[in-house]
Nanobody, 122 residues
Framework: QVQLVESGGGLVQAGGSLRLSCAAS????????MGWFRQAPGKEREFVAA????????YYADSVKGRFTSSRDNAKNTVYLQMNSLKPEDTAVYYC???????????????WGQGTQVTVSS
């Protein structure tokens, strides 16, 4: 069982930055693919970013490529999402997810956090 807790969300002006963190419980964190997803009001949840167990491979949605960066610290059981040049359309609840498979952009992650709100004002 893996429990995920996101933090770092908040209100920021367009063009600003935020760094989300996702702390995971469990001794097998380092073997899990980690993903970030978001859901805006009235919209379906969408893939944002994913990072392989080693951190060597990262994947991003076209809408955030070049602005967002995912990283992980397996010693701290934590994955990060650095978000720069934020836009109002980035406003959403952001979720991290974990899976022992190479899930990456698929929504079929086994474990999900509770989400953290990110609001970008224009």
């Amino acid at each position: 069982q893996v429990q995920l807790v996101e933090s770092g969300g908040g209100l920021v002006q367009a063009g600003g930055s935020l760094r989300l963190s996702c702390a995971a419980s469990g001794r097998t964190f380092s073997s899990y693919t980690m993903g970030w997803f978001r859901q805006a009001p009235g919209k379906e949840r969408e893939f944002v970013a994913a990072i392989s167990w080693s951190g060597a491979n990262t994947y991003y949605a076209d809408s955030v490529k070049g602005r967002f960066t995912s990283s992980r610290d397996n010693a701290k059981n934590t994955v990060y999402l650095q978000m720069n040049s934020l836009k109002p359309e980035d406003t959403a609840v952001y979720y991290c997810a974990a899976d022992p498979r190479h899930t990456y952009w698929s929504h079929e992650y086994v474990y999900w956090g509770q989400g953290t709100q990110v609001t970008v004002s224009s």
